[in-house]
């Protein structure tokens, strides 16, 4: 079976107190912050893993980031992944969700063709969770997101639970799928040290605007219909106030203050 | 000198360990430490990761890399459980022996199951008679009708009860001058006269599991010995300060990292006189020491460790790594339980456990005194 897994590279959660807001673009500022495999994405990695480990073919990673990005792809790699598909050019900057979604879809395209695509529903930085659908409607496959539970036979046939505000979803139908994966889906395997010696040899490429052939007004920033409304960073000094008097009269004070915040009834 | 800069690769196998480390043995370290017992089920999980045999080439089962990587395994285990990473450590010092040592068939029936961690592994040299003085073991192995049958008594031997396979020196006889010859022999366990005797009750490390070994006419084939008859001693010394020393360093920079961090951490939350105690210059000083003596023995230990792998002759260096790091691991342990104030003492902090940890570090593989005698001998030569 082929699978492609998408793979975002998104900050690592140890570094959120220095991420910072490029005021004039509204854009998070990724230069400089150490990148970690976007969380779900581990899921949508082992579930292709344990695919392969039943069925046979290949996986392989396919992602839009900067080229100092490839370390992450390598962990990827790693882990168990075939080969990977880095997607990089400064024309991808800035891109939403759909201008995202086309780079993604060419690459899937040119790297394959792949039975299933996986990825994580929600990425941990941007979150708009529309990745997995944009992807699924390009490349013409039915797709579905916020998936729990999944079986796949050999012959194609796909049953796939996905989890709804108040239950879960089953659903019934044929390869090929864009799923969208979530945590509770499986448990990511470790890193092996012999998964980190066979990486070294694996193949990573690098595929430009021009290796896949878009229209560069379709892709990163020139190319999204959607543009960050204001963004700013809160103001996270805290308000203090020194009420000086009498304990009785200062208790008296204090509890006026919770009762109009809405603490006290 | 250039700056040590760990590779691509390297730096993916920290970030792998730190991540099992803190899912699978910081929740059971405190556990560890109080119960005494090494979590075999945690061992079996890291082995199949490759840590039980990270210097293995692959023919043999390993993961094909290098003691730089093992030193990283290693500090990082010991970031948090020095105790657990002592199993571990010994059980490279068993892998070694048979490593460099070993006949093609012993390297093909051994390795396999060691470095995939089925196995544990030890190094059995110390007797009641010390440790350091290799030449005085007393420990017999008398080659009769085509079998060796070894007699006597080792002690404070790591990995005494759980390891599956140990590495044993004994006497052999003399050599031409007529000096005491040393053999070594690999000893599964459950061979007839072959079993662990009483278990010692350590203050730090523990978890790690060290007591007697006794060996009652044990009778062994041709085959259990490792290497030349007389080769026991050198076996035993160079395994000792390649994998042994470099361990224990690698163990004390982890010790050192902790106490580095759970420092600076209760000075940033702890408040007095109505701030962090961070922001006390006293405590800054303490911090700074801290800083200093993790990062020495980070370099030392790093660079002796290269040196080996280089194939240079550097015993000195290493038990220059081993001396500073092990008794800086005492002193900022020591510094970080004082800048603690009361909860320093407290077990629901680790920072006790620590120092009772970096003082357990300072007799394994030589003490301190024999450290400074290598170094000493190597500058004075």
Redesign the interface.
Known sequence: MEIAVLLKPVPDPAQYDKIQIDPATGILVRKGLKTVINPEDKHALEAALQLKEQHGGRVALIGMAPASAVETFREGLAIGADEAFLCSDRAFAGADSLATSRVLAKAINKAGPFALVLCGSTSADGGTAHVPSQVGELLGFAHLTHVIQMEISPDGRATVRAKMENGYRESRGRLPLVLGIRRELNTPRYISLMGIMAAQGKPVHVWSLNDLGLDKGKVGLAGSPTQPGKLYQPDMKRKGEVLQGEAREVAQRLVGIFRSAGILG | MPELKFT??Q???R??VR??VEKEVLPIAHRIDVDNECPVDVFKKMG????AG?FVP?EYGG???GLT?RAIILEEISRHAAGFAMILMTHHLGVEAILAYGTEEQKRKYLPDLASGRKIGGLAVTEPSGGSDVGGQQTSAEFKDGRWVLNGRKCFITNSSSADVTVVTARTGEDAKGRPAFGAFILEAGTPGFAPGREENKFGLRGSGTGDLLLNDCEVGEEALLGAPGNGAKLALATIAKVGRTGMSAISVGILRGCLEEGVKFAKERILYGKPIAKLQAIQLEIAQNRVDYEAARLLTYQAIGLKESGANCDAEIAAAKYFSTEAAVRSAKRTIDLMGGYGVMNDYPVGRYLRDAMATIPSGGTSHVMQLVIAGQTLA
């Open positions: 691509e690769a730096e993916m196998l970030k792998a991540e099992f199949t990761l490759g840590f990270v692959q993961a094909g890399m990587e």
